[in-house]
C-alpha cells in the first residue's frame, strides 16, 4: 500500500489491485480480471440506481485494467455520466477515463462536447481547466468544430484566470495541429502574441508553443512577436538566478522558456531592426559567456538545464548562420564538450557540430576537431555516440581531409557494429567518389570496402565502382590490374568477383601483359560456374544478374582463351587449374539469352512515349558492343552478348527505376553507362516488386543527392512536373468518376467523386503499398496560369504519415466558376526510406462534370441546333474507332459524360444525340452533341455545338479520346 | 515538444503511458513494445539519447523505473531530460519519496499532476509550487465532497 493516500482512497480500487499484483501467474490475473469485468458489467446493467461514487469506482476499475493492457469494451457511457456530476472527483474520473480510452474518432465524442460545453461556460476555474484539459487530450476533429472558435476567447480575456489561460493556449495547440483549418486566430492574433509580455511566467510558458506553431505556418502575421520574445529572453538571460523564483531551476532562471524562446526565434531570418538584433546578440553572447563561468551547483540538472539553454541558442546561431564571431565561438564550446565526461554531452556537441560543419563560416573551425572525433569512433562505448562521430566525420570532409577520413572510416569499419555497417558502407562510398582526385584512389578504396565489408557493400556501390571505371579510362588499365591482383588473394567475397568480373571483361585486354594466374581463372569460374551452367535454362531474376557478371567475365576468358590458343603452355595450365565442367563451360560456344533478348523487345514495345529505345538505336547499340568486344569474328555468341550489354538508353537511371525519385546525382550518373542501365533495367520495370524492396538503391542515390547538396541551399521541393503519362490517365476518367487514377511501385491513388450543379467533392484516396512508412507525406492541388480564376478546388490537408499497407483519404471541393481547358494538378511529396518522393498528376476535373443532362424532343433539338449555327460555335472531329464500336459501350460512355442520350431525335437511329448544360458559377453553357458511327470503315465523326465556343472545341477533344 | 509519448515503465510492465498524438491501440502497444524492447537493452552508462524510427527518445532511469519520452527531431533533449526529472520532483514530492507503488495505486494522481505539468505534450506549467498547488486545490475539493462510507461498501461487498 502506498505510504501516502491523499484525497479519497477508492479502497475497493486498492484491493483489486493488490488482488491483481497477488496473483502469482499470468492466467490468475486474467481470471481475476475477468471476474471483475463481470462484476463491473453487471452493476452496470443491472442496478439503476448506481450512485456517483460507485460508478466512479468501476471506472477507475476499468481504467485500471485497460492500463494492464486489456481491451475495454464497455463502461464508457457511465463515464460520460460522470462528467456532468456535480462532485469535482467524479467528473475528474470521468474525464481521465475519456481522455486516456477514447479514441478521437468514437461515436461518443458528441455527449462528452456537451458535457464539455458546460464546464467551459461554468466560469468555475478547475472545472474549465477539466474540460480544457480533455479536449487537449482528445485533440479530435470534431472537438476541433465544436470549440475551436470558443477557446481563443478564453484565452484572451481580461477576466480569464491564468491557470485557465495555459490551459487554454495549449488546448488551442492542440486543436491546431489535428485542424489547421478550423482554428483561425485572425482578430485574436495580436492578442495572443502579446501573451509573451503576461505578468505571469507560466502563462508565457504556455503560449509560446502555441505561438512558435503558429508562427511557424503563418510567419507575417505572427512576425511582431520577434521583438517581444527577445526582450522577454533578454531579461531572463540578465536576471539574477534568484529573480524569478519557482521558475528559476537549479539556478539557472526559466530554461524552459528560455529554450522556447530562442526556438521561436529560430523561425525567422535574423530581426532587421538593428537595436533588436544587438540585443539579440548581446543575450546569445551571454549564454555563450555563462557557459565558462564555473557551474553554480554540481547537480546535474543544473549543468543539463544551462546547456540545453546552450544547444538551443547554438541551434539559433547555425539558423542564422550570418555571425561568424559567433558560429565560431560556438564551435569552440562544442568543442570542448567533445571531451566531456558526461556521455550526453559528447553525444549532443557531436551532433550539433554535425550542422556547424555546413556553415561556410565554421567548416574550418569544426576540422580542427578532427583528431578528437576520429578518437571517439575509436574509443566511445555507445554505439549511438559512435555513430554520431561517424555522421560528423562525414559532414566535415572536404578535399584537404577526405583521406585521412575515409582511411580512418574503413578502419572503423573492420570493427563496426553491424546496425550501422551497411550506412557507413556508403558514406564510404560516396565521400571516395566525391573527393577522389586520382581516381586509382576511389578504385582502391571501394575495393578496400569490399575487402573489410563485403557483405554490406549493396549492388548500387559497386555497380557505381564499374560505372565510373567505364566513363574513366584514364582508370581502366589501373583498375583492371587491381582487381586482377584481388582476385588472387586466398578467399574473395563474392562482390570482388563480380566486380572483378565486370572489369576484367571489358578491359582485360589492358592487361594482356600480365602474366596469366590460374587462381583467377579459378576464382572467377568456381563463382560464375553455377550460374553459367542455367544459361540456357529459364534463369530467374536473380540468376539474371548473375549472368550479365558472367557474361562480362566470360568475354574476358575467351579474350584470354585466345591468348592461351597461342600459347600451349598457358593451356596446358588452364587445364589443369580448372576443374572439367567449368573447363567445359569457358570453351563452349555462349548460349544465346532468349530471354533477355525478349525482355528488351518487350519493353521497346512497352515504351512508345518519347525516350523510348527505337530500333535502331539499338541496333547502334550492338554494333558498338561487338566492336568493344574486340571485334565481330565470333559470331552469334558477340551478338548475344552484344545485346546483353548495349540497351544504349539515354533517360536517367532514377527513371529506369520507375520510381520518380527526385535526384539530381550529378551528370555522371545520370549518364549511366550502357552496361548499368542494363543491369539497372533488370531490376527496375521488369521486375517491379523487387525494385520496391530493394530500396538500398534509393537510399544511396538519396544520400548522394543529400551530400552534394548539404553545403549549397537546402534541397529544392518545387513541384514535379506532370508525369508525361498524366494526360492518358485524365482521359480514362472523362465518362467515369470512380476508380484508380495512378498506380506505381509504392503508392496507389483511387479517386471517388461527384458533382452536382456547379460544385463537386473529389475524394482521393492514398494508399502505401509497402510495408515502409511514408514520412512527411503533402499533398497540394493547383490551378495553373489560366486555370486558377476559372476553378476553384479547396482541399483538407491530409495526416504528414502514412504507415506502410495504410491508406489515407483526402477530400477535395471544387467549384467550377467559368469553363475550363486545363487540369488542376495534384502534387505528392513524401519521403520513403529517406528519399523524396514528387509526383504530380492532373486531377481528372474536366469541363464535363459539371453537365446537367437535358432532355428534349427532336423538334426542339434540331432548332436550338440551328441556332448555334456560328461556325465558332461548332467543334467537329473524324476519327478512326480505337475500341470496337458496341452501342452499349458508347450509350455507357456518353451518360458516363453527364449528357441527356436523347432517342428518336436523329433520323438515322444509327447516331448518338445529347444534350446538356454545363452549370459553371458564372453562366449555363447549354451544349448539343451528336456521333456518328460508321461500322464499316471503322470511323466516327462527332460534332459539339455550344453557346460557349470554347467549350465546343474542349469536350470535342476530350471526347475524342473516348471511342 | 513531447509530440509522442511519454512513459513510464518497470521491467517491461508499463506503469503510465500518455500519448500526444493520435494513434491506435494497436499501433500504441506495438510501440510501447519496441520502445520497452530497446531500452532495456540499453547498458547504464549510455547516452540517455537514441534515434528512434523518426523519433529521438530521451529516457532517464530512477531506481527501477524508466521514464521515456519520444520527442520530434529538432526538440532539445536536455531540456526534456529535465521534463522527465521535474515530473519525478512532483511526483516526489506529492507522494512524499515516491516510490513505484506509489504509482501503481495511484495512477489516476499520477495522471492528473501530468495534466497540470505538460498538456498536448507542451509544458504547461513549470513551477514545482504552482503545479502542487492546483493538485491540492482539487484534493480539497474532493475531501469536501465525499462523505464517508462504510467500510463494507468501500471494500466493494455490497
Given at each position: 500500500m502506498p505510504a501516502v493516500s491523499k484525497g479519497d482512497g477508492m479502497r475497493g480500487l486498492a484491493v483489486f489491485i493488490s488482488d491483481i499484483r497477488n496473483c502469482k501467474s499470468k492466467e490468475a490475473e486474467i481470471k481475476r480480471i475477468n471476474k471483475e469485468l463481470a462484476n463491473i458489467r453487471s452493476k452496470f446493467k443491472g442496478d439503476k440506481a448506481l450512485d456517483g461514487y460507485s460508478k466512479k469506482k468501476y471506472v477507475c476499475k476499468l481504467l485500471f485494467i485497460f492500463l494492464l493492457g486489456h481491451d475495454i469494451d464497455f463502461g464508457h457511457m457511465e463515464a460520460v455520466n460522470l462528467l456532468s456530476s456535480n462532485k469535482y472527483t467524479e467528473k475528474q474520473i470521468g474525464y481521465l477515463f475519456i481522455s486516456v480510452l477514447v479514441n478521437s474518432n468514437s461515436e461518443l465524442i458528441r455527449l462528452i462536447n456537451n458535457a464539455i460545453k458546460n464546464d467551459l461556460s461554468s466560469r468555475n476555474p478547475t472545472f474549465m481547466c477539466l474540460a480544457l484539459h480533455c479536449i487537449a487530450n482528445v485533440g479530435s476533429r470534431e472537438m476541433a468544430e465544436a470549440f475551436a472558435s470558443e477557446i481563443p476567447r478564453i484565452l484572451v480575456a481580461g477576466d480569464t484566470m491564468d491557470s485557465v489561460k495555459q490551459s487554454a493556449a495549449l488546448c488551442l495547440l492542440r486543436l491546431y495541429k489535428t485542424s489547421p483549418d478550423l482554428v483561425l486566430m485572425g482578430e485574436w492574433t495580436s492578442r495572443v502574441v502579446h501573451l509573451l509580455n503576461d505578468q505571469h511566467m507560466g502563462v508565457v510558458t504556455a503560449a509560446i508553443s502555441l505561438i512558435t506553431c503558429l508562427s511557424q505556418k503563418n510567419p507575417d502575421e505572427f512576425k511582431t512577436c520577434v521583438s517581444l520574445a527577445v526582450s522577454r529572453l533578454s531579461r531572463i538571460v540578465s536576471s539574477a538566478s534568484t529573480d524569478l523564483q519557482d521558475y528559476t531551476y537549479y539556478f539557472v532562471p526559466a530554461p524552459w522558456l528560455s529554450c522556447k524562446l530562442l526556438r521561436l526565434l529560430q523561425c525567422y531570418p535574423p530581426p532587421e531592426d538593428g537595436a533588436v538584433k544587438g540585443r539579440l546578440v548581446e543575450c546569445l553572447e551571454t549564454i555563450l559567456n555563462k557557459a565558462q563561468e564555473p557551474p553554480k551547483s554540481k547537480k546535474v540538472q543544473h549543468s543539463n538545464a544551462k546547456n540545453a539553454i546552450l544547444f538551443e541558442a547554438i541551434s539559433l546561431i547555425i539558423h542564422y548562420d550570418s555571425e561568424p564571431n559567433l558560429l565560431v565561438r560556438a564551435c569552440n564550446q562544442l568543442g570542448q564538450f567533445l571531451q566531456h565526461r558526461e556521455t550526453n554531452l559528447r553525444y549532443l556537441a557531436l551532433e550539433s557540430m554535425c550542422t556547424l560543419a555546413s556553415s561556410e563560416f565554421s567548416h574550418e573551425a569544426v576540422k580542427t576537431h578532427i583528431e578528437t572525433v576520429i578518437n571517439a569512433l575509436k574509443t566511445e562505448r555507445d554505439v549511438s555516440v559512435r555513430q554520431r562521430a561517424a555522421d560528423l566525420l562525414y559532414a566535415m570532409c572536404d578535399r584537404s581531409n577526405a583521406k585521412q577520413i575515409v582511411a580512418e572510416m574503413l578502419s572503423y569499419l573492420e570493427t563496426a557494429d553491424y546496425s550501422i555497417r551497411e550506412e557507413m558502407v556508403l558514406k564510404v562510398a560516396i565521400l571516395a567518389e566525391k573527393y577522389a582526385v586520382d581516381y586509382s584512389w576511389y578504385v582502391d578504396t571501394i575495393l578496400n570496402l569490399i575487402r573489410i565489408a563485403g557483405d554490406y557493400v549493396s549492388e548500387e556501390v559497386w555497380y557505381r565502382?564499374?560505372?565510373?571505371?567505364?566513363?574513366?579510362?584514364?582508370?581502366?588499365?589501373?583498375?583492371?590490374?587491381?582487381?586482377?591482383?584481388?582476385?588472387?588473394?586466398?578467399?574473395?567475397?563474392?562482390?570482388?568477383?563480380?566486380?572483378?568480373?565486370?572489369?576484367?571483361?571489358?578491359?582485360?585486354?589492358?592487361?594482356?601483359?600480365?602474366?596469366?594466374?590460374?587462381?583467377?581463372?579459378?576464382?572467377?569460374?568456381?563463382?560464375?560456374?553455377?550460374?553459367?551452367?542455367?544459361?540456357?535454362?529459364?534463369?530467374?531474376?536473380?540468376?539474371?544478374?548473375?549472368?550479365?557478371?558472367?557474361?562480362?567475365?566470360?568475354?574476358?576468358?575467351?579474350?584470354?582463351?585466345?591468348?592461351?590458343?597461342?600459347?600451349?603452355?598457358?593451356?596446358?595450365?588452364?587445364?589443369?587449374?580448372?576443374?572439367?565442367?567449368?573447363?567445359?563451360?569457358?570453351?563452349?560456344?555462349?548460349?544465346?539469352?532468349?530471354?533477355?533478348?525478349?525482355?528488351?523487345?518487350?519493353?521497346?514495345?512497352?515504351?512508345?512515349?518519347?525516350?523510348?529505345?527505337?530500333?535502331?538505336?539499338?541496333?547502334?547499340?550492338?554494333?558498338?558492343?561487338?566492336?568493344?568486344?574486340?571485334?565481330?569474328?565470333?559470331?552469334?555468341?558477340?551478338?548475344?552478348?552484344?545485346?546483353?550489354?548495349?540497351?544504349?538508353?539515354?533517360?536517367?537511371?532514377?527513371?529506369?527505376?520507375?520510381?520518380?525519385?527526385?535526384?539530381?546525382?550529378?551528370?555522371?550518373?545520370?549518364?549511366?553507362?550502357?552496361?548499368?542501365?542494363?543491369?539497372?533495367?533488370?531490376?527496375?520495370?521488369?521486375?517491379?516488386?523487387?525494385?520496391?524492396?530493394?530500396?538500398?538503391?534509393?537510399?544511396?542515390?538519396?544520400?548522394?543527392?543529400?551530400?552534394?547538396?548539404?553545403?549549397?541551399?537546402?534541397?529544392?521541393?518545387?513541384?514535379?512536373?506532370?508525369?508525361?503519362?498524366?494526360?492518358?490517365?485524365?482521359?480514362?476518367?472523362?465518362?467515369?468518376?470512380?476508380?484508380?487514377?495512378?498506380?506505381?511501385?509504392?503508392?496507389?491513388?483511387?479517386?471517388?467523386?461527384?458533382?452536382?450543379?456547379?460544385?463537386?467533392?473529389?475524394?482521393?484516396?492514398?494508399?502505401?503499398?509497402?510495408?515502409?512508412?511514408?514520412?512527411?507525406?503533402?499533398?497540394?492541388?493547383?490551378?495553373?496560369?489560366?486555370?486558377?480564376?476559372?476553378?476553384?478546388?479547396?482541399?483538407?490537408?491530409?495526416?504528414?504519415?502514412?504507415?506502410?499497407?495504410?491508406?489515407?483519404?483526402?477530400?477535395?471541393?471544387?467549384?467550377?466558376?467559368?469553363?475550363?481547358?486545363?487540369?488542376?494538378?495534384?502534387?505528392?511529396?513524401?519521403?520513403?526510406?529517406?528519399?523524396?518522393?514528387?509526383?504530380?498528376?492532373?486531377?481528372?476535373?474536366?469541363?464535363?462534370?459539371?453537365?446537367?443532362?437535358?432532355?428534349?424532343?427532336?423538334?426542339?433539338?434540331?432548332?436550338?441546333?440551328?441556332?448555334?449555327?456560328?461556325?465558332?460555335?461548332?467543334?467537329?472531329?473524324?476519327?478512326?474507332?480505337?475500341?470496337?464500336?458496341?452501342?452499349?459501350?458508347?450509350?455507357?460512355?456518353?451518360?458516363?459524360?453527364?449528357?441527356?442520350?436523347?432517342?428518336?431525335?436523329?433520323?438515322?437511329?444509327?447516331?448518338?444525340?445529347?444534350?446538356?448544360?454545363?452549370?459553371?458559377?458564372?453562366?449555363?453553357?447549354?451544349?448539343?452533341l451528336r456521333l456518328e458511327p460508321n461500322a464499316q470503315a471503322q470511323m466516327y465523326r462527332l460534332t459539339l455545338r455550344c453557346s460557349k465556343d470554347l467549350v465546343s472545341r474542349r469536350l470535342c477533344e476530350l471526347l475524342a479520346q473516348q471511342f | 515538444m513531447l509530440n509522442s509519448k511519454k512513459s513510464l515503465r518497470f521491467l517491461g510492465k508499463l506503469r503510465l503511458q500518455k500519448w500526444y498524438v493520435p494513434l491506435s491501440d494497436k499501433e500504441r502497444k506495438k510501440i510501447s513494445r519496441d520502445l520497452v524492447q530497446t531500452i532495456l537493452a540499453r547498458k547504464p552508462k549510455m547516452c540517455s539519447f537514441l534515434e528512434w524510427r523518426d523519433l529521438k527518445i530521451v529516457y532517464k532511469r530512477y531506481a527501477s523505473l524508466y521514464f521515456c519520452c519520444a520527442v520530434e527531431d529538432q526538440d532539445n533533449e536536455l531540456i526534456t531530460l529535465e521534463i522527465i526529472h521535474r515530473y519525478v520532483e512532483l511526483l516526489d514530492k506529492y507522494f512524499g519519496s515516491v516510490c513505484e507503488l506509489d504509482i501503481i495505486f495511484n495512477f489516476e494522481k499520477a495522471y492528473f499532476i501530468l495534466d497540470e505539468f505538460l498538456l498536448g505534450g507542451e509544458a504547461q506549467e513549470t513551477s514545482k509550487k504552482n503545479v502542487l498547488k492546483a493538485i491540492e486545490q482539487a484534493d480539497l475539493l474532493q475531501e469536501e465532497a465525499e462523505a464517508p462510507r462504510s467500510v463494507l461498501e468501500e471494500i466493494g461487498l455490497t
Open positions: 565502382v564499374i560505372q565510373i571505371v567505364i566513363n574513366r579510362d584514364d582508370v581502366q588499365g589501373y583498375a583492371a590490374k587491381t582487381v586482377f591482383e584481388a582476385l588472387q588473394a586466398p578467399a574473395c567475397h563474392e562482390n570482388m568477383v563480380k566486380v572483378g568480373g565486370y572489369i576484367l571483361g571489358e578491359f582485360g585486354n589492358l592487361i594482356a601483359e600480365l602474366p596469366f594466374s590460374g587462381p583467377v581463372v579459378t576464382v572467377l569460374f568456381c563463382h560464375l560456374a553455377p550460374c553459367s551452367s542455367t544459361f540456357s535454362q529459364r534463369p530467374r531474376r536473380l540468376s539474371k544478374r548473375c549472368c550479365a557478371v558472367t557474361a562480362r567475365s566470360m568475354s574476358w576468358l575467351v579474350h584470354l582463351q585466345q591468348t592461351v590458343h597461342n600459347s600451349d603452355q598457358y593451356y596446358v595450365q588452364t587445364s589443369e587449374v580448372v576443374s572439367p565442367v567449368p573447363q567445359a563451360t569457358v570453351l563452349e560456344e555462349m548460349p544465346p539469352f532468349p530471354e533477355r533478348e525478349s525482355s528488351i523487345l518487350a519493353k521497346l514495345k512497352k515504351k512508345k512515349g518519347p525516350g523510348a529505345v527505337s530500333v535502331t538505336e539499338l541496333e547502334d547499340g550492338k554494333r558498338e558492343g561487338g566492336e568493344l568486344n574486340g571485334g565481330g569474328e565470333r559470331g552469334p555468341e558477340t551478338a548475344a552478348m552484344a545485346s546483353c550489354v548495349s540497351q544504349s538508353t539515354p533517360s536517367p537511371s532514377a527513371d529506369l527505376l520507375g520510381i520518380r525519385s527526385v535526384a539530381p546525382v550529378g551528370a555522371s550518373l545520370s549518364s549511366a553507362g550502357s552496361l548499368l542501365v542494363d543491369v539497372f533495367s533488370e531490376a527496375g520495370p521488369a521486375a517491379p516488386s523487387a525494385a520496391v524492396n530493394d530500396d538500398g538503391f534509393l537510399r544511396y542515390k538519396a544520400v548522394l543527392w543529400l551530400s552534394s547538396c548539404k553545403v549549397s541551399a537546402p534541397p529544392s521541393e518545387d513541384p514535379a512536373p506532370p508525369l508525361s503519362e498524366a494526360d492518358e490517365l485524365l482521359d480514362k476518367f472523362v465518362c467515369k468518376n470512380n476508380g484508380v487514377l495512378f498506380e506505381n511501385q509504392l503508392l496507389q491513388i483511387g479517386i471517388k467523386s461527384e458533382y452536382r450543379q456547379n460544385l463537386g467533392r473529389m475524394y482521393l484516396f492514398y494508399g502505401n503499398k509497402t510495408s515502409v512508412q511514408f514520412a512527411s507525406f503533402t499533398t497540394t492541388v493547383s490551378c495553373p496560369g489560366e486555370l486558377q480564376p476559372q476553378l476553384n478546388v479547396q482541399s483538407k490537408p491530409v495526416e504528414p504519415l502514412v504507415e506502410g499497407g495504410a491508406q489515407i483519404q483526402q477530400v477535395l471541393n471544387i467549384e467550377c466558376i467559368t469553363d475550363f481547358s486545363e487540369a488542376p494538378l495534384l502534387n505528392i511529396k513524401f519521403r520513403y526510406g529517406g528519399a523524396l518522393q514528387n509526383l504530380t498528376l492532373k486531377l481528372p476535373v474536366t469541363i464535363n462534370k459539371f453537365f446537367q443532362p437535358t432532355e428534349m424532343a427532336s423538334q426542339d433539338f434540331f432548332q436550338r441546333w440551328k441556332q448555334l449555327s456560328q461556325p465558332q460555335q461548332e467543334a467537329q472531329k473524324i476519327f478512326k474507332a480505337s475500341h470496337g464500336m458496341d452501342t452499349e459501350v458508347i450509350k455507357a460512355k456518353l451518360l458516363g459524360l453527364g449528357m441527356a442520350l436523347l432517342d428518336n431525335v436523329d433520323p438515322n437511329p444509327e447516331n448518338y444525340v445529347c444534350a446538356g448544360v454545363i452549370q459553371t458559377k458564372g453562366q449555363q453553357v447549354g451544349c448539343l | -
